[in-house]
């Protein structure tokens, strides 16, 4: 299993990015997929997950804000993220498990700021 994070960056108060996550080694549209974030001096939080089916979900504090999506044609699940506040820098990874194992991106950086 191969998951790589990209799209993260600097971005000031009320702004969008959308990140993306390329997966591989797995049979990509069987499986949920999810993004979790963790900033500094804090846990791992789970953001959003979407399911095989297309079911999504997810936490409180980013519902209305973020939408998660994938395709499963290019093997890609996405983060677009918008109206983004201060609290919502964090390393952002995505994850999926695979016959009971979870796997990991390396992150990618998003910094809210001014």
């Known amino acids: 299993v191969q998951l790589v994070e990209s799209g993260g960056g600097l971005v000031q108060p009320g702004g969008s990015l959308r990140l993306s996550c390329a997966a591989s080694?797995?049979?990509?549209?069987?499986?949920?997929m999810s993004w979790f974030r963790q900033a500094p001096g804090k846990e791992r939080e789970l953001v959003a997950t979407?399911?095989?089916?297309?079911?999504?979900n997810y936490a409180v504090s980013v519902k209305g804000r973020f939408t998660i999506s994938r395709d499963n044609g290019k093997n890609t699940v996405y983060l677009q993220m918008n109206s983004l506040k201060r609290e919502d820098s964090a390393v952002y990874y995505c994850?999926?498990?695979?016959?009971?194992?979870?796997?990991w991106g390396q992150g990618t950086q998003v910094t809210v700021s001014s």
């Open positions: 979407i399911s095989a089916s297309g079911s999504r």
């Open positions: 994850s999926v498990r695979v016959y009971g194992l979870g796997s």
């Open positions: 080694g797995f049979t990509f549209s069987g499986y949920a």
